[in-house]
């Protein structure tokens, strides 16, 4: 094939693909000169990286396989555009042959890999084999073609308990298992089938030995069309949860000088045994001694920030260049390793509640600025919408310093300083994550987040006068500013009165909604005189000077910044002791206590009913599986409240459900 119908320079870019990645790979592109081109879906009509970019095609309804995984369409869009390259960022069509091909059947430069090369590493089995002609360490398994039942099951009885199923074509730990026992492995197997056929559109597994306490490394590793490979050092990615990474950095705290640089030889012995162009990730598996082999991505990898902050080098531009044609920009020995760069990764989700991803309207989107070491990778801002047709990712936050701790630290403070609302995000548990003693001092394993989350999910601290006073301020300052619109009004003032002095009751609960709990009081005490707040028998003088976000708070002389949202009687406040929910209790009475009960078996969100697990008239156990929804491309098993019957299921497998519509019903046992 003509090398220059694969890598030559062109003008227009076509982004396939949405949200952070999309608005990273637009900044990079428009930087360079490019014209850009973004494609959306009719949910994300609004959406930021639609905004940023030149011009934008809409590429259909909301449902990824009628928008972003549509070939045809992008195939399309980039027609009608004029746009000469494809840059299919992470997920989605990002390592599909099929998509890259039909790129260059239409004329388009794909900024990536080649077909063949995305078919031989893409596939876990074929890259395995491939591997082990190269003499890449790979850990025990089976990557054969056969996939009937009994070829998996004796695969797994040689192998030994406990064994990894995993889809062949997946990634992102879709399709994915851990088997700790032979009566694990028949469900294990369905499951994961189920999972990677709608992810992937493919089936095939493969099953390897599950190393116990293992680290997952990764290799970033890039290539021109000259004949030059390059590793740009390595990444630890050990803190995950359901094979999902959580945090990433990069050099990895776990390797030595000898240790990286075998990762990294090994690393550029498994790329360029497909004389690899484009930019990858080698990953790796450690048992504390020794790496094997997991699997390439033949694509940008969503953790790349932290090797550009350790190198110095914008990977996006080096891959713009590559499809270009250009030769890299350096040679392997001129690539220098400096301090250390940590990444988090906010999700729209409720850790409380089983990580159950949360939809609907940011209402508020306040992040630090971008100095000091700290990198933001965003795709949304205030008054985007949240939907559930796409992963929840919102944003990726980034520290680098000279050191780890350091490092550390400084992503501790971003995420401290942030406040999202108007849907539920993991930003205090990222932060209780990486201040936790084990992790500072290294000492995890991909399994630390699931043995740690009862400490990493524990519920805030009880509010203290201080959150008790800055909710009275929060409501005080909102009546202020609701009063804006009167010029002449007295509340201009802070506790105006014509004269005398008054007092003012405030109850508060701890929670939104009605709250729970018992009520706390506060009253105020205002008029002719400083004003003075009153809890319990403590009298304390205080002071508000509102600020952009919050305000200032002096209580007993001491000055605390508060970060304050208000909407009506909800109250978000964000102090020196952390975050709190407090629900400002009607003064005038008609507070509700009704709560949605949680006998109801309902769709916490909309999503696609993938798989009925029990049947109507059966007595289940606490707990047992009723039946699995997919929402935002993950399961979700929905479960039995209490021991009861199974008098009637609502619902079919594929069937598409709205939020709050109820699938089962359950009857609790007669006592």
């Known amino acids: 094939m003509d090398r220059s119908m694969l890598y030559r320079r062109f003008r227009t870019l076509l982004i396939a693909n949405r949200g952070e990645i999309a608005c990273r790979v637009i900044r990079t592109a428009r930087a360079m000169g490019l014209r850009t081109v973004a494609v959306y879906s009719e949910a994300d009509r609004d959406a930021m990286h639609v905004a940023l970019a030149d011009e934008a095609v809409l590429l259909g309804p909301a449902r990824a396989r009628d928008s972003y995984l549509n070939v045809e369409r992008l195939i399309e869009a980039a027609r009608k555009t004029g746009a000469e390259a494809v840059h299919p960022g992470y997920g989605f069509l990002s390592e599909n042959a099929d998509f890259a091909r039909a790129c260059l059947d239409a004329g388009l430069v794909f900024v990536g890999p080649t077909a063949a090369m995305m078919t031989a590493m893409g596939s876990k089995s074929g890259s395995k084999a491939l591997m082990e002609k190269a003499g890449v360490p790979l850990v025990p398994g089976y990557h054969g073609e056969a996939q009937d039942e009994a070829t998996l099951w004796k695969a797994a009885e040689k192998i030994g308990f406990p064994i990894l199923v995993k889809a062949s074509a997946g990634g992102g730990g879709r399709g994915m298992r851990i088997v700790r026992s032979a009566a694990e492995l028949e469900p294990a197997i369905i499951s994961a089938k189920r999972e990677a056929k709608a992810a992937f559109g493919d089936d095939r597994m493969l099953i390897e030995k599950y190393v116990d306490n293992p680290r997952h490394i990764e290799v970033q590793v890039i290539g021109d069309s000259h004949g030059n490979l390059l590793s740009l050092f390595e990444r630890e990615c050990t803190l995950q949860r359901r094979h999902q990474k959580v945090i990433e950095e990069a050099p990895s705290p776990t390797l030595n000088p000898a240790q990286r640089e075998a990762v990294c030889v090994a690393a550029r012995k498994a790329a360029g045994a497909v004389n690899y162009v484009g930019a990858g990730t080698i990953e790796f598996v450690s048992d504390g001694k020794d790496v094997f082999f997991i699997e390439m991505n033949t694509r940008l990898q969503v953790e790349h920030p932290v090797t550009e902050l350790i190198t110095g080098i914008d990977l996006v531009e080096w891959q713009l260049r590559v499809a270009f044609g250009e030769a890299l920009p350096l040679k392997q020995d001129e690539i220098r390793l400096n301090g250390h760069a940590v990444e988090a990764r906010v999700y729209a989700e409720n850790p409380t509640r089983n990580f159950m991803p949360s939809v609907g309207k940011i209402s508020t989107w306040r992040l630090p600025a971008e100095t000091g070491g700290l990198r933001i990778d965003s795709g949304y801002r205030e008054g985007d919408s949240v939907s559930p047709y796409y992963d929840a990712m919102l944003a990726k936050m980034i520290a680098w310093a000279p050191t780890r701790d350091v490092a550390i630290e400084r992503l501790n403070r971003g995420l401290e300083d942030s406040d999202v609302r108007g849907i539920v995000t993991n930003i205090p548990f990222l932060s209780a994550l990486i201040t936790h003693p084990k992790v500072r001092a290294n000492a995890i394993d991909t399994g630390f987040i699931e043995r740690e989350l009862a400490i990493l999910t524990s519920a805030p601290p009880a509010p203290s006068e201080l959150e008790l006073c800055a909710a009275v301020a929060a409501v005080i300052d909102d009546e202020r500013k609701a009063a804006q619109a009167e010029p002449e009004s007295p509340w201009q003032t802070f506790g105006w009165m014509p004269v005398g002095r008054r007092q003012r009751s405030f109850a508060f609960r701890v929670g939104h909604g009605a709250g729970h709990g018992p009520e706390l009081n506060v009253t105020l005490n205002y008029g002719s005189g400083p004003s003075t707040l009153l809890i319990g028998e403590r009298e304390l003088a205080f002071a508000v000077t509102p ?107 594929g069937d598409i459900v709205q939020e709050g519509v109820e699938l089962a019903v359950v009857e609790p046992l007669a006592e």
Not at 559 to 566: R, T, W, Y
Not at 567 to 576: A, I, K, V
Not at 598 to 620: F, H, N, R, S
Request: proline share 5%; aromatic share 6%.
């Open 547 to 653: 600020k952009d976000g919050g305000f200032d708070l002096t209580l007993d002389g001491v000055k605390s910044q508060v970060a304050a949202v208000i909407d009506g009687h909800e109250l978000y406040l964000r102090t020196r002791n952390g975050r709190f929910d407090l629900h400002w209790v009607d003064p005038f009475g008609g507070e509700s206590d009704e709560h949605v009960g949680e006998d109801k078996i309902t769709a916490p969100l909309p999503g696609t009913v993938v798989a009925v697990l029990a049947e109507a008239g059966a007595t289940l156990e606490k707990g047992a599986p009723i039946l699995t929804l997919e929402v935002m491309k993950m399961e979700q098993t929905l479960r039995a409240p209490f021991a009861g019957v199974l008098t009637a299921i609502k619902c079919k497998v």
